[in-house]
Every structure is written in C-alpha cells, then in structure tokens.
T-cell receptor, first 115, second 109 residues
C-alpha cells in the first residue's frame, strides 16, 4: 500500500475486555513504532520494533499492554482488561531503516473508546 | 526530565501575515529535532529534521531553524491551507520521539 494502514479505525469496547489493534507499515520499512495520542496533545511513545525485534518498550504504561511483530511486517498492539483511561487515539508509524533521524510515516490511527 | 514545550498554544493569522512558532526543549544529548504537520483526523505528516544548532531548512512558505535550546518554524505569507496543528519532537537516543503538545494555526483569508 501507499502508506501506513491501521485497523480498525474505530473500536468501542467495554471495560475489562481485551482489544487488538493492527498496524500494516509501508512495504519494506524496517522500523515500526506505536504511539498514543490524547486529544490536544502530541503523540506519546509506547514501543518500537526493528524487524521482528522489540527494541524499546519503555513507554508501555503497564503490563496490560503488549506488542508484537512476529514476521517483521504487520504489528499488533494488545491491551488486556481494558480500562476507561485506555481510551485514546493509538497511532502507528514506520520508517525506512534502523538509522536514527529517519522520517517516521504515521498511519491514520485507531480511536479506542472504553465504556 | 526531558521536556518539549511549544508556544503559542494557538495562533490566528490573516492570510499573508508572517509569524513564527516556537519549540523549546530541555534534552541532554539531542540527536535530532523534528517538525510535523497534523490535519484534523489525520496522522502527523513529516516536515523537517534538524540535527545541529545553526541549521536551517526550508519548504515552500516554511522555514525551520535550530539553536541549542529551541527551534522556530517561520511561516512566510501564510495561506488558509497552512492551517493545521504543528508538532515539534526531539530525538534523544534510539529512535524514540518525544513530542510537544503542538501549536494550532488558523489562517483566515
């Protein structure tokens, strides 16, 4: 595809349910990032991968959050036992290679609402 | 603690009225400073990366500059289509970006 895609675009769930958010990066991009963006704020880093290896997960809020990228392409961010405070826009980005300074291309995001 | 502060929070300009947006940061070991544009309902769109103090980059009506403590995004003769939220982010180590809260720019014709 031409850009980063994310699915679903909108997800409404009840408190306590698990959710899985999917990111499909630009074809051939080595690095993939997950961010969370609250209304009126900039994106907040969660975690990132080079190929299938998770390089930094320092931004994951707690152990209910996990991410994987098993084949070095599509990634899934999973939130277990969702809470209302998890409601936010979750954004994925990818970059061409592992080098720092690389432009990160962002997807349209998944709007998660926990009732 | 690393901090990125953008000002003003919101800016209203008349078409053709030039101005500047500010991004100040307190980060030890800055590796790069990034500017992004974000339109409502969309993901951030990359504009510039600046690596060292004194560096400048230009794109159409936009020019970004960097000092040791802050970056400016200068907008010359803006048009209504320049209306967006402008985000600044710093990269300290690894590939992690730390974003500011953004400046909402509205340009009226």
């Amino acid at each position: 595809g031409a850009g980063v895609s994310q699915s679903p675009r909108y997800k409404v769930t009840k408190r306590g349910q698990d959710v899985a958010l999917r990111c499909d990066p630009i074809s051939g991009h080595v690095s993939l990032y997950w961010y969370r963006q609250a209304l009126g704020q900039g994106p907040e880093f969660l975690t990132y991968f080079n190929y299938e290896a998770q390089q930094d997960k320092s931004g994951l809020p707690n152990d209910r959050f996990s991410a994987e990228r098993p084949e070095g392409s599509i990634s899934t961010l999973t939130i277990q036992r969702t809470e209302q405070r998890d409601s936010a826009m979750y954004r994925c980005a990818s970059s061409r290679d592992r080098a720092a300074y690389n432009e990160q291309f962002f997807g349209p995001g998944t709007r998660l609402t926990v009732l | 603690e690393d901090q990125v502060t953008q000002s003003p929070e919101a800016l209203r300009l008349q078409e053709g009225e030039s101005s500047s947006l500010n991004c100040s940061y307190t980060v030890s070991g800055l590796r790069g400073l990034f500017w992004y544009r974000q339109d409502p309902g969309k993901g951030p769109e990359f504009l510039f990366t600046l690596y060292s103090a004194g560096e400048e980059k230009e794109k159409e009506r936009l020019k970004a500059t960097l000092t040791k403590k802050e970056s400016f995004l200068h907008i010359t003769a803006p048009k209504p289509e320049d209306s967006a939220t402008y985000l600044c982010a710093v990269q300290k180590y690894g590939n992690k970006l730390v974003f500011g809260a953004g400046t909402i720019l509205r340009v009226k014709s």
